[in-house]
C-alpha cells in the first residue's frame, strides 16, 4: 500500500473528438440500435436546418441502404435542396468535432456542433468507412465532392479525396452518406416514429425515406406555407456574465463602456446605457479597453439588478403555428376535435422563448394509457422521442392539470402536443431528448395546456349535452310511438 | 426570403472550454443553487479519488464561506490528505477542461476530466475570482501553491500567482478553494443529503463540514478498513472498436501483430491471439505497421465474434463489501433488520461491473412513498441525488420486482440501496446523475434486490408468526386465568 501512496498517476489531455468518441453514449450513440437511428436524425435535422430556416421549403431523401452481406454495415444517405456549404468549410463541418454554424442567437435544430461529426466518428469506428459530401451553394458554378475522416486524436479532418464539376442546372444543396454498423430491425420502428412525428410539424416538407427493404415512404408536402425564418439576435442583457463581459472588453477596446454596451446588446439604448453605469459607478465615457475587473462585475451585477428592460426579442424564434399544429394532427390522427395554441414569448436566462400545445381527441386518436395521454414532445421542431419520464412537459401533465376539471378520465383517446421553441433549448444532455424542468418553461407550458384543455372542454360538455338530448329524444321516441 | 437562400452561415469552432461555459447545464451548473451543490461535490469526489482509491484513509475538510456582504459570494475550500499533484500538472489539472488522469481503465469517481474545470469556470463568471490550489505529495521537500484562471477561448490555465515552501512536516494532500455565486439556502439541504449519503458508503472517511453559519457538521471515520483500491487493467478485447485498433497499430508499428494483441489487451495470450489471427485471415508474424484498415477491420470482427475468451478483470473495480453497506445504513437507520449482498463481477461491452444491494427496514427507517420503496443510488461510490425517475434501478424497482411476493406493500418503512461499481459506468449525462438502462446492468440490479428481499421476507414472515405466537398467548392467558 505503501507503494499506492506515492500515486503515480498518469496525466493527459483528450481532444473534444476523442471525449465524445469515448463517451459516445452521452450523445445518443450507445449502441448499433441508437447509433442507426441518431445517424438518421442528425442528417435529416441538419437538412431541415438547411431549408426551412433560410426560407426553402424542403425536399429532402433519405435512404438507408445494407451495404456487407455479413456485417450489419448500412449506408444511410440523406439529399436535401438547403443552402449547402463552401468548399473551404466542408472539411471541418464533417471533421472537427465543435465546429458549427450555429453559436448564434437563432432558432435552430442543431446546437452543439456535434451530430454529424458524432455519426462520421461511429462510422469510422464501426466499418472504417469515410464520410462522403456533394454540396452546392446557390448561384455557385460548380458542385464540390469531399470523402473525410476524422483524426480522433488531433480532433481535425483528413480529407481521403476531393473533386469538383461544373453544374449544368442551378442545383443547391448538400449530399452526405456515411455507413456504420447498425441494426436495422430493433431501430426501423424508431426511426418511423421519430419520422411521422417529425412531419407533424413540418408539413411543408416533402420526405423521401428509402428503407433498406426497398420500400418507399413518401411523405408528401401538405402546405406550401413556410413559418416565418428566424433571424439573428444581439444577446440580451439578461443573458450576461463576467466572461461574456471580458470578451466583449478585448473585441471592442477602443469603444467607449457606454457604446459597447449599445452595440452588443439588443434592448439597450443611450438611456439603458448611462442608468446602468451610473449604478455601478463607472464612466460612461471611459475606454473599453481600459475596464477593470472590479468594474465588470460591477456593471454586470448592475444588468441583472436592472428592473425596465425591455425582453428579449422574439424575432430569433420561430414557432409552427396554429394552423401548422392543427394541419399535423388532423392529417395524423382524423381526430374528431383538434385544437391549438401559440403562446406569447417568454423569457428565462436572458432566452426568449414560445411554448405551442395542441390537442387531438376521439376519431383516429389512439386509446391513452391509463395516468396519462399519449405526449408528443418537440424542441425546437424536433420530435423527442426517448427520456420522456424526465422531461419538463410529462412534469406538467403528471403533477400540474387536473384533468378531471376538463372532463377528462384516463384511458381516454387524447393526444397533447407540446412544442417548446428557443435560441436555446435547455436540453438536460446534448442527445437533445429531453428539455429541463426551468420554472419559466414549466409555467408556459401549463398556462398552454390549460387553453387548449379548455377548449377540448367546452366540446365536450356539449358533446354530453347534445347526446343527452338525443338520448331523451329516443327515450320519448319509445313512450310515444305515434311520434316514431 | 432570396436574401436569405443564399444563406451566409458565420461557422466557428469553440474550444471545450467554450463549449462546456455555454451548456454548463449539461454539467450541473444550470443555476446557483445547483452550481454551489456541484462545486462541492467535484470538489469532495477528487479528495476521496485521492485517497481511498491509493490505500489512505480520507480525512476531508469542506468549508463554505460567505466573502461578499451585498452578492451571495461564496468561497468553498475542501482540503485532503490525498496523494497530492506534482507542481507541474496543477495548471492543467485545474485549468484545461478535459485534462485528467482518470482516463484510464480503474474505478474512480471522476471520469470526465471536466469537473473542478466546470466549477473554475463558474466561479470566474460569476465573481471573477481565481481558483486557489496548495498541494504537496509524500515524499516532496516542499509545498506549491498556485492561483490561476481559465482562459475559455483557448482552453488555457493563465497563472495569476505561485509560489513554493519547505515543508515543516510530511504534509501530504491539496486544498482547493473556488469562490463562486451561490445560493445556500437552497443549496444546502442538498449538500446536506449528499454528504449524508456519502458517508454511508464511505464510513471509513473522516468527513468535517464546516457552513456558512459557522456549524460543524462531523462525520466521524466509524471503521478503519478501506475496501480493497482498484488496479489498473488492460483492456478486454470484448470492447475493441476499429479506431482503438489504429491506435494500437501506430504505437506497436514495429511489433507483430500478435505481439500487439497480446500485449495490449487483457485475456489475450498466445493462443487466442494466433486463434484470432487465424479467423481474420492475417499473419500473425506480420508487422502491426504494414497492417491495412480492411485487415484491421477483420480483426475487429474476429474478436468480437469470439465465444471463447475470458470475462474482464474485476482487479480494477472496488465493490464496497456487505459490511461497509450493512454498517452505513445501520448507522443511518437504526433499523430493525438490514442486509447487503455483493454480487459477481459481470460485463457489458467490454466493461467489468458489480451490482451491490442493500436494504433496511423497520427501526427508525424512514416511511416510502405510495409506489415504491425510499432508493439510495450510488455509482462508484457515489450517491445520485437528482434524476431518480430515468435511473436504471427506478425502472427495476417500479417495473421488474414483485414486490407482494416479499411481503411488502407500499407505503412501508423500507429503504432500498443500489450500488454499481465499473470501470466505466454509462451515466446519461456528465452530471452523473443517472444510469443508463443496459440490459446486463438491469439484469444484475434485479437480481441482487431479489437476493436481499429474499432474506428480508424471511425476516418479516418469521416475526409475522412470532407476533401471531404472541397474540396468541395473549389470548390464551385471558381464558386461563390461573396461568397469568
Ligand atoms: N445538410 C447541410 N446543409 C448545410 N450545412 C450543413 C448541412 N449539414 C451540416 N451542415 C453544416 O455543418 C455544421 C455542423 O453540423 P453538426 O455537426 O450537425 O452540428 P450543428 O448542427 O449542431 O451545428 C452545421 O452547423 C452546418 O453549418
Ligand atoms: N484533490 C485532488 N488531489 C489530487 N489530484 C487531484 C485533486 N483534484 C483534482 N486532481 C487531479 O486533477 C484532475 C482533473 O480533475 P477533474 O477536472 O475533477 O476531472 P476528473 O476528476 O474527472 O479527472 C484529476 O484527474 C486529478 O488527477
Ligand atoms: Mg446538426
Ligand atoms: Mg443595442
Ligand atoms: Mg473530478
Same mark, same amino acid.
Given at each position: 500500500? *505503501?507503494?499506492?501512496?506515492? %500515486?503515480?498517476?498518469?496525466?493527459? =489531455?483528450?481532444?473534444? $473528438?476523442?471525449?465524445?468518441?469515448?463517451?459516445?453514449?452521452? =450523445?445518443?450513440?450507445?449502441?448499433?440500435?441508437?447509433?442507426?437511428?441518431? !445517424?438518421?436524425?442528425?442528417?435529416?435535422?441538419?437538412?431541415?436546418?438547411?431549408?426551412?430556416?433560410?426560407?426553402?421549403?424542403?425536399?429532402?431523401?433519405?435512404?438507408?441502404?445494407?451495404?456487407?452481406?455479413? #456485417?450489419?454495415?448500412?449506408?444511410?444517405?440523406?439529399?436535401?435542396?438547403?443552402? %449547402?456549404?463552401?468548399?473551404?468549410?466542408?472539411?471541418?463541418?464533417?471533421?472537427?468535432?465543435?465546429?458549427?454554424?450555429?453559436?448564434?442567437?437563432? #432558432?435552430?435544430?442543431?446546437?452543439?456542433?456535434? %451530430?454529424?461529426?458524432?455519426?462520421?466518428?461511429?462510422?469510422?469506428?464501426?466499418?472504417?468507412?469515410?464520410?462522403?459530401?456533394?454540396?452546392?451553394? #446557390?448561384?455557385?458554378?460548380?458542385?464540390?465532392?469531399?470523402?473525410?475522416?476524422?483524426?480522433?486524436?488531433?480532433?481535425?479532418?483528413?480529407?481521403?479525396?476531393?473533386?469538383?464539376?461544373?453544374?449544368?442546372?442551378?442545383?443547391?444543396? !448538400?449530399?452526405?452518406?456515411?455507413?456504420?454498423?447498425?441494426?436495422? =430491425?430493433?431501430?426501423?420502428?424508431?426511426?418511423?416514429?421519430?419520422?411521422?412525428? *417529425?412531419?407533424?410539424? !413540418?408539413?411543408?416538407?416533402?420526405?423521401?425515406?428509402?428503407?433498406?427493404?426497398?420500400?418507399? &415512404?413518401?411523405?408528401?408536402?401538405? &402546405?406550401?406555407?413556410?413559418?416565418?425564418?428566424?433571424? +439573428?439576435?444581439?444577446?440580451?442583457?439578461?443573458?450576461?456574465?463576467? +466572461?461574456?463581459?471580458? #470578451?466583449?472588453?478585448?473585441?471592442?477596446? *477602443?469603444?467607449?463602456?457606454?457604446?459597447?454596451?449599445?452595440?452588443?446588446?439588443?434592448?439597450?439604448?443611450?438611456?439603458?446605457?448611462?442608468?446602468?453605469?451610473?449604478?455601478?459607478?463607472?464612466?460612461?465615457?471611459?475606454?473599453?479597453?481600459?475596464?477593470?475587473?472590479?468594474?465588470?462585475?460591477?456593471?454586470?451585477? $448592475?444588468?441583472? %439588478?436592472?428592473?425596465?428592460?425591455?425582453?428579449?426579442?422574439?424575432?430569433?424564434?420561430?414557432?409552427?403555428?396554429?394552423?401548422?399544429?392543427?394541419?399535423?394532427?388532423?392529417?395524423?390522427?382524423?381526430?374528431?376535435?383538434?385544437?391549438?395554441?401559440?403562446?406569447?414569448?417568454?423569457?428565462?436566462?436572458?432566452?426568449?422563448?414560445?411554448?405551442?400545445?395542441?390537442?387531438?381527441?376521439?376519431?383516429?386518436?389512439?386509446?391513452? +394509457?391509463?395516468?396519462?395521454?399519449?405526449?408528443?414532445?418537440?424542441?425546437?421542431? &424536433?420530435?423527442?422521442?426517448?427520456?420522456?419520464?424526465?422531461?419538463?412537459?410529462?412534469?406538467?401533465?403528471?403533477?400540474?392539470?387536473?384533468? $378531471?376539471?376538463?372532463?377528462?378520465?384516463?384511458?381516454?383517446?387524447?393526444?397533447?402536443?407540446?412544442?417548446?421553441?428557443?435560441?436555446?433549448?435547455?436540453?438536460?444532455?446534448?442527445?437533445?431528448?429531453?428539455?429541463?424542468?426551468?420554472?419559466?418553461?414549466?409555467?408556459?407550458?401549463?398556462? =398552454?395546456?390549460? +387553453?387548449?384543455?379548455?377548449?377540448?372542454?367546452?366540446?365536450?360538455?356539449?358533446?354530453?349535452?347534445?347526446?343527452?338530448?338525443?338520448?331523451?329524444?329516443?327515450?320519448?321516441?319509445?313512450?310515444?310511438?305515434?311520434?316514431?
Amino acid at each position: 500500500m *505503501s507503494n499506492s501512496v506515492e %500515486g503515480v498517476e498518469k496525466y493527459r =489531455a483528450i481532444s473534444p $473528438a476523442e471525449f465524445f468518441y469515448k463517451y459516445r453514449e452521452i =450523445a445518443g450513440f450507445s449502441n448499433p440500435v441508437r447509433a442507426l437511428y441518431q !445517424t438518421v436524425r442528425e442528417l435529416y435535422e441538419n437538412a431541415l436546418d438547411a431549408t426551412d430556416a433560410h426560407g426553402i421549403l424542403p425536399d429532402v431523401k433519405i435512404s438507408i441502404k445494407r451495404v456487407d452481406e455479413i #456485417q450489419e454495415y448500412y449506408r444511410v444517405t440523406v439529399e436535401d435542396n438547403g443552402i %449547402g456549404l463552401p468548399p473551404d468549410v466542408v472539411p471541418n463541418a464533417f471533421g472537427k468535432v465543435l465546429f458549427s454554424s450555429k453559436y448564434v442567437l437563432k #432558432q435552430t435544430r442543431g446546437m452543439y456542433g456535434l %451530430g454529424v461529426k458524432m455519426a462520421v466518428l461511429y462510422g469510422q469506428m464501426t466499418t472504417g468507412r469515410p464520410v462522403e459530401v456533394i454540396t452546392s451553394k #446557390q448561384g455557385f458554378k460548380r458542385i464540390y465532392y469531399f470523402k473525410l475522416r476524422i483524426d480522433v486524436n488531433k480532433n481535425e479532418p483528413v480529407i481521403l479525396e476531393r473533386g469538383t464539376w461544373r453544374k449544368s442546372r442551378d442545383w443547391h444543396g !448538400t449530399i452526405v452518406s456515411i455507413t456504420l454498423e447498425g441494426d436495422w =430491425a430493433r431501430a426501423k420502428p424508431k426511426i418511423m416514429e421519430y419520422l411521422s412525428r *417529425s412531419v407533424v410539424v !413540418t408539413p411543408y416538407a416533402n420526405i423521401i425515406f428509402l428503407t433498406p427493404e426497398n420500400e418507399i &415512404i413518401y411523405y408528401p408536402r401538405a &402546405i406550401s406555407i413556410l413559418p416565418r425564418p428566424p433571424v +439573428e439576435v444581439k444577446p440580451h442583457p439578461f443573458g450576461v456574465d463576467l +466572461e461574456m463581459m471580458k #470578451q466583449l472588453k478585448e473585441l471592442s477596446a *477602443s469603444d467607449t463602456v457606454k457604446d459597447l454596451l449599445i452595440k452588443n446588446f439588443q434592448s439597450v439604448g443611450e438611456s439603458t446605457a448611462t442608468e446602468v453605469l451610473n449604478r455601478a459607478g463607472v464612466d460612461p465615457s471611459k475606454p473599453a479597453g481600459s475596464l477593470g475587473e472590479d468594474e465588470l462585475l460591477r456593471i454586470v451585477n $448592475a444588468i441583472k %439588478g436592472f428592473e425596465n428592460l425591455r425582453p428579449p426579442s422574439a424575432k430569433a424564434i420561430s414557432p409552427l403555428g396554429r394552423e401548422i399544429i392543427v394541419t399535423g394532427l388532423s392529417r395524423m390522427f382524423k381526430p374528431e376535435f383538434v385544437e391549438a395554441v401559440t403562446r406569447r414569448p417568454q423569457v428565462y436566462h436572458g432566452h426568449p422563448f414560445i411554448v405551442e400545445a395542441g390537442v387531438a381527441y376521439g376519431g383516429g386518436t389512439p386509446q391513452s +394509457e391509463m395516468d396519462k395521454p399519449v405526449i408528443l414532445r418537440y424542441a425546437n421542431k &424536433i420530435p423527442l422521442l426517448y427520456d420522456e419520464g424526465s422531461d419538463v412537459t410529462t412534469f406538467v401533465i403528471k403533477e400540474d392539470i387536473n384533468w $378531471a376539471n376538463y372532463s377528462i378520465a384516463f384511458p381516454a383517446p387524447l393526444v397533447v402536443l407540446v412544442h417548446v421553441c428557443s435560441t436555446k433549448i435547455p436540453f438536460k444532455g446534448v442527445g437533445k431528448e429531453s428539455i429541463a424542468d426551468v420554472p419559466e418553461i414549466r409555467r408556459e407550458i401549463r398556462l =398552454a395546456l390549460m +387553453e387548449v384543455l379548455r377548449r377540448l372542454k367546452i366540446y365536450l360538455v356539449r358533446k354530453a349535452r347534445e347526446e343527452e338530448v338525443k338520448r331523451r329524444v329516443v327515450l320519448l321516441a319509445k313512450y310515444i310511438p305515434e311520434i316514431a
